[in-house]
C-alpha cells in the first residue's frame, strides 16, 4: 500500500474531487496515525462502491502541540465518529467538525493513548472511581490567521435542557452489550441520540505495538467474538501477504469452510438475540439448540467453542479431524430442515412482521455513506461483500449468491441473515468433499518479522467487512496495527436511523443492526 | 452449621473444601439455639435454590453464560434461571467479561445498588485478573479490586459446566450463612470478604459411585 501525501491546503478540495468526479463515496477505513519525528496524521482508505476500485490518501501535520487537520464528515457521514476516534486517540483537532469529544475514553482522561510518547503509568490515569460526568458541551477551536490555535468555548449543547433525556445502558439487555445512548425524547419519538462508547474498550491496538505477531493473534479473537474465525483470516492474511508466504490450498479450503460454520453461528445467535429481544423465547432456544451443533463440530477440530484460536501464520493449528466432512454434511442436513422451523415460529409470525416492517429504515446512500457493510448494507440493496468485491480464499472458486433485499428496514435485514444461512450451507457443500490433500500448514520462520511498509487486508466477518491495517518497521512487532471495526459504522448511522422514531423501535433496530459492542470499542 | 450438601455431587468431590470448613467453624464457634438453627437453614436452603443474577455480560464470557440459559445446558435444573435486569431485584452478580477503567464506576455502584445478602461471582480471566489485556491502559486487573468476589471461575471464557460448577460452588456457601443470633461470616461493615472460593477445573464425576449412592 502507497497512500498519496496531500498538503493540508488542497486537501479538503481534493477530497471532494475524489468524492464528485472519482465516485469515491464508500471510505473504507481511516487510520489515526503518529510518525514519531515526521509528525501526526491520517490514512484515508477510499473506494468506489461500482467499480471497487481503491484509493489511499494520506495526509500529516509536524504541529504536535496543537494538531489541526481539516474533516471529511460532510462528505462520509461515517467519517464523524471515526474522527473522534483519531481525536481521541491522537489528540488531532478535525476543524469545522460538529461534535469533537472523545469517543471511548473519558472524558477526564489525560494524554492520548496511541501517540508513541503517551506515558502508561497508573499514576497518571488510575483506575477513577467516581461517576464521569456527561459533557455536552464541546470546544471549538478556531485557527486564526498565524496559524495559531485559538480556543473559544462555544456552547454547542448536544442535548439542550428542555428535552426529556432517557437513558439506556450502558448495562441493558437490549443494547445487547455495553453501550451507551442518552435519548432525548418528545413524547414517544425519538428527537436526538447521542451514543457514548468505550465501555469495553480494551486498547488493543496499543497492546499490539508490545506484542509479537503470534501474540497478537490471540486477541482478534476476543474482538467480534462471533466473527473469531474471519478475525483471525483477516490478520494471518495480512501477515503472510507482507511475508510472501504461500498457504497450502488445503488452509484455504478449511479456513473457508470454517469462516462459513462462524458466519451461521453468528447468524444463529442474531435471530436468538433478535427474537429474544421482540419478545419470543422459543426461536431464542430454538437458535441456540442449533447453535451447539456447530461449536461441537468447532471443539471437535480446534478445542475451543467460543473462541478457537485456530488460523496461525502459514496455515492453521491443527488438522481436521477424520470425522470432520462426515460431521459437517449431517449438521447442513439438519439445519436445513430448521430453518422453516425458525420461520413458523418467529418470522411469519404476525407480531414480528409488524414490529419489523417498515420499521428504521436506511436507504442505499446512507448505508453507503455511513460505511454500514454486511447484512446491513445488504439489505438497502449494497452489494457489499467482501467475498465478491475482493475475492480472498476460494470464494472465487465457489458459487454462490450475494444476498440483496431492496427496504433496507429491520425486516429486510432479519431475512439477509436468515438467507445467508442458506448461502454459507451452500458454499460448505460445494466445497467440503474436495478438500485437497496437503499440509495444514506451512513451515515459517520462528521469529515472524514484516518487511517495511503498509499491508492491509479485508474479510467480511459475520457483520461486515473486517479490516487490518499493518505499518511494520521490520521489527518483530507492529508499529501500527488497525482493526476495521465492522459496528462502528452501524451505530453512527444509529443516529440516522432513529431520528423521528418511537422509542419502542430502538429495540427493534439494535437488534438487527446486529452489532458486538468489543468490536465497536476494541 | 453443617457442611453443605449438593445433591448429585458428593461433597468430597469438591475442591476448596478448607476454605469452606474455615467458614463453618468460624459460625460454629458460638452456639445457636435449636430452633433458630433449623430456620436458618430452612432460609438457606431456599436461598440456594433460587440465586437470581443480574445480567452483567460485558463480553465474550457473556455469550457463553447465555448459552448457559439455552436448552443443552438450561441453568434453570439449579435454580439460577432467573436473571434480573435490576441490581435490586438481584442475589448476585455475575461479572461476565472484562472490566475497563470506564466500566469501573458502573460495576460499582450497580454492586452497591444491589440489597444485601449479595454476592459475586467473577467469570473468565477477563474478571479475575484482567486476562489477556493485563497490560492494557484501560483495563482492571481484577474485579475483587473494587468489590468482594465470593467464586472465581477461571477460563477464557470458562466452559458452560464449569459455570455451572462455579454457581453450585456459590450454593454452598450460602447454605451456611447465618441470620438469627450469632454471627454471620459476611463482612462485617466495611470489611471486604477475603475468603473467596477459588474454581480450579471442574471435578470429574464419577457416574458409578453415584448410582450406588
Ligand atoms: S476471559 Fe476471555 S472470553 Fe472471557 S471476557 Fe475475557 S477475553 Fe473474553
Redesign the interface.
Given at each position: 500500500m502507497n497512500p498519496i501525501f496531500i498538503d493540508i491546503k488542497e486537501f479538503p478540495q481534493r477530497m471532494q474531487e475524489y468524492k464528485d468526479l472519482k465516485g469515491m463515496d464508500f471510505l473504507r477505513e481511516l487510520i489515526g496515525m503518529d510518525w514519531g519525528e515526521e509528525g501526526l496524521g491520517v490514512i484515508y482508505i477510499l473506494e468506489n462502491s461500482d467499480t471497487h476500485e481503491n484509493l489511499e490518501i494520506a495526509i500529516k501535520t509536524t504541529d504536535r502541540e496543537h494538531p489541526t487537520l481539516p474533516t471529511v464528515c460532510h462528505l462520509w457521514s461515517v467519517a464523524e465518529l471515526y474522527e473522534r476516534e483519531v481525536y481521541d486517540f491522537f489528540g488531532i483537532h478535525f476543524t469545522d467538525h460538529p461534535d469533537m469529544r472523545r469517543l471511548?475514553?473519558?472524558n477526564d482522561w489525560v494524554g492520548y493513548?496511541l501517540r508513541k510518547d503517551y506515558d502508561?503509568s497508573e499514576a497518571i490515569?488510575p483506575?477513577?472511581?467516581?461517576?464521569?460526568i456527561t459533557e455536552d458541551v464541546q470546544r471549538e477551536y478556531e485557527i486564526k490567521e498565524e496559524a495559531e490555535l485559538k480556543k473559544i468555548n462555544a456552547q454547542t449543547n448536544r442535548i439542550s435542557g428542555d428535552q426529556y433525556v432517557i437513558n439506556i445502558g450502558?448495562?441493558?439487555?437490549a443494547t445487547h452489550?455495553?453501550l451507551r445512548f442518552r435519548l432525548a425524547l418528545e413524547g414517544e419519538e425519538i428527537r436526538k441520540i447521542d451514543i457514548h462508547c468505550?465501555?469495553?474498550?480494551?486498547?488493543?491496538e496499543?497492546?499490539s505495538e508490545?506484542l509479537t505477531y503470534p501474540q497478537i493473534l490471540?486477541?482478534t479473537d476476543?474482538l467480534d467474538?462471533?466473527s473469531a474465525h474471519q478475525n483471525r483470516h483477516a490478520l494471518c492474511m495480512c501477515i503472510e501477504k507482507a511475508m510472501g508466504i504461500e498457504v497450502t490450498d488445503r488452509t484455504q479450503y478449511i479456513r473457508t469452510i470454517m469462516d462459513e460454520l462462524q458466519r451461521i453461528d453468528s447468524h444463529l445467535?442474531f435471530l436468538?438475540c433478535a427474537a429474544m429481544d421482540l419478545g419470543a423465547i422459543t426461536a431464542?432456544?430454538y437458535g441456540?439448540?442449533d447453535?451447539?451443533k456447530i461449536?461441537d463440530i468447532f471443539e471437535e477440530v480446534t478445542g475451543g467453542?467460543?473462541?478457537q484460536n485456530y488460523n496461525t501464520i502459514g496455515g492453521v493449528q491443527a488438522d481436521i479431524t477424520p470425522g470432520f466432512a462426515k460431521k459437517v454434511k449431517e449438521y447442513c442436513e439438519y439445519q436445513k430442515s430448521k430453518i422453516k422451523e425458525y420461520n413458523d415460529v418467529f418470522t411469519n409470525n404476525i407480531i414480528t412482521q409488524l414490529r419489523m416492517k417498515g420499521v428504521g429504515r436506511i436507504t442505499l446512500d446512507d448505508a453507503i455513506s455511513y460505511g454500514c457493510t454486511g447484512g446491513t448494507g445488504r439489505a438497502s440493496g449494497w452489494a457489499c461483500d467482501v467475498r465478491k468485491r475482493h475475492p480472498y480464499a476460494i470464494y472465487d472458486k465457489v458459487e454462490f449468491k450475494e444476498i440483496i433485499y431492496k427496504r433496507g428496514d429491520c425486516y429486510d435485514r432479519f431475512k439477509v441473515r436468515i438467507d445467508e444461512i442458506k448461502e454459507s450451507i451452500h458454499i460448505i457443500e460445494q466445497i467440503i468433499d474436495n478438500i485437497p490433500e496437503g499440509d495444514y500448514k506451512v513451515k515459517t520462520k520462528p521469529i515472524i518479522r514484516i518487511p517495511e511498509g503498509q499491508y492491509t487486508a479485508a474479510v467480511e466477518g459475520s457483520r461486515g467487512e473486517f479490516g487490518v491495517f499493518i505499518e511494520s518497521h521490520g521489527e518483530k512487532s507492529p508499529y501500527r496495527i488497525k482493526f476495521r471495526p465492522m459496528g462502528l459504522p452501524l451505530i453512527a448511522a444509529m443516529h440516522k436511523i432513529l431520528k423521528g422514531t418511537k422509542i419502542a423501535d430502538l429495540i427493534a433496530i439494535g437488534a438487527t443492526l446486529d452489532y458486538v459492542?468489543?468490536d465497536i470499542d476494541r | 452449621m453443617k457442611k453443605p450438601n449438593i445433591k448429585s455431587i458428593p461433597y468430597e468431590e469438591f475442591k476448596d473444601n478448607e476454605t469452606l470448613e474455615a467458614l463453618i467453624k468460624e459460625i460454629n464457634s458460638e452456639r445457636t439455639n435449636v430452633v433458630v438453627g433449623a430456620l436458618d437453614d430452612l432460609i438457606n436452603w431456599g436461598r440456594s435454590n433460587s440465586m437470581w443474577s443480574l445480567t452483567f455480560a460485558t463480553s465474550c464470557c457473556g455469550i457463553e453464560f447465555m448459552s448457559l440459559g439455552a436448552a443443552r445446558y438450561d441453568f434453570a435444573r439449579f435454580g439460577f434461571e432467573v436473571t434480573r435486569n435490576s441490581p435490586r431485584q438481584a442475589d448476585l452478580i455475575m461479572v461476565a467479561g472484562t472490566i475497563t477503567h470506564k466500566m469501573a464506576p458502573v460495576l460499582k455502584r450497580l454492586y452497591d445498588q444491589m440489597a444485601d445478602p449479595k454476592y459475586v461471582v467473577a467469570v473468565g480471566g477477563c474478571a479475575i485478573s484482567g486476562g489477556p489485556f493485563k497490560s492494557s491502559y484501560h483495563v482492571l486487573n481484577g474485579v475483587d479490586k473494587i468489590i468482594p468476589v465470593d467464586v472465581y471461575i477461571p477460563g477464557c471464557p470458562p466452559r458452560p459446566e464449569a459455570i455451572l460448577y462455579g454457581m453450585m460452588q456459590l450454593q454452598r456457601k450460602v447454605k451456611i450463612e447465618k441470620f438469627f443470633g450469632g454471627k454471620n461470616h459476611r463482612a462485617k461493615k466495611g470489611e471486604m470478604n477475603n475468603d473467596p472460593i477459588i474454581v480450579t477445573n471442574a471435578p470429574i464425576i464419577d457416574n458409578e459411585k453415584l448410582s450406588k449412592e
Open positions: 471511548f475514553l473519558r493513548p502508561e490515569n483506575v477513577r472511581m467516581e461517576s464521569e450502558p448495562q441493558h439487555p452489550g455495553v468505550g465501555y469495553i474498550h480494551r486498547g488493543i496499543k497492546m508490545k490471540g486477541l476476543r467474538y462471533l445467535l436468538s431464542f432456544i441456540f439448540r447453535r451447539e461449536l467453542r467460543l473462541i459492542i468489543p | -
